[in-house]
């Protein structure tokens, strides 16, 4: 069984600040892990994502996490918030469902960015 | 290609109707679900299906039938809608089945009343 954790339901940065958002996995296997983003009244676009080898991940418009085995986490981060990031994150992992892999989300983190 | 599409994009039910959601996918993934979305909930997958004929329950699968009788189309029915099942409904289809990545649709809005 897997399962993620998102600490921070929201986040608010001022434009041009660091963003950090975190998320914590556990899982019986070894994880894949993803993080989408979903801007309002939209689908989840992937933003990035983590199977094997290196561990820092770079995604789309400037986003990178890196996977840390031993502290079962994976944060993303943007070194300078722009007004279009605002939006909802969800990182998510990927476990074995019977014969498929099915991903587990987080609840999901809602990124405000002030001017 | 389309990608994922999904009809309705917004329903409103009167409780105990039934209703079908409509998935279908032109990319030929064989692996394809269904979420819900609640607020602070994140995505639950409530069904999913590995081809063509086999399917299988998610997390919440309960209110919920699904067939597969082609690979493009995953319809998810609502028998008997009740309050509880408002939500927005994403269907995805897996991209990489190595890693699990998947792709998703716009959604559906649903109000049950």
């Known amino acids: 069984a897997q399962s993620v954790t998102q600490l921070g339901s929201h986040v608010s940065v001022s434009e041009g600040a660091l963003v950090l958002l975190r998320c914590n996995y556990s899982?019986?296997?070894?994880?894949?892990l993803f993080w989408y983003v979903q801007y309002p009244n939209q689908g989840l676009q992937l933003l990035l994502k983590?199977?094997?080898?290196?561990?820092l991940v770079k995604g789309i418009n400037g986003f990178e996490a890196e996977f840390k085995k031993s502290e079962t986490s994976f944060h993303l981060t943007k070194p300078s918030a722009h007004m279009s990031d605002a939006a909802e994150y969800f990182c998510?992992?990927?476990?074995?469902?019977?014969?498929?892999?099915?991903?587990?989300f987080g609840s999901g983190t809602q990124l405000t960015v002030l001017p | 290609n389309a990608g994922v599409t999904q009809t309705p994009k917004f329903q409103v039910l009167k409780t105990g109707q039934s209703m079908t959601l409509q998935c279908a996918q032109d990319?030929?993934?064989?692996?394809m679900s269904w979420y819900r979305q609640d607020p602070g909930m994140g995505l639950r997958l409530i069904h999913y299906?590995?081809?063509?004929?086999?399917?299988d329950q998610g997390e919440v699968p309960n209110g919920y039938n699904v067939s597969r009788s082609t690979t493009e189309d995953f319809p998810l029915r609502l028998l008997s809608a009740a309050p509880s099942q408002t939500s927005v409904y994403f269907c995805?289809?897996?991209?990489?089945?190595?890693?699990?990545?998947?792709?998703f649709g716009p959604g559906t809005r649903l109000t049950v009343t």
């Open positions: 995805a289809s897996t991209f990489d089945r190595a890693s699990g990545e998947q792709y």
């Open positions: 998510a992992v990927s476990g074995l469902s019977g014969s498929a892999r099915q991903l587990t």
């Open positions: 299906s590995v081809g063509a004929g086999i399917t």
């Open positions: 899982s019986s296997v070894p994880p894949y």
């Open positions: 983590y199977t094997t080898g290196a561990t």
């Open positions: 990319m030929n993934h064989e692996y």
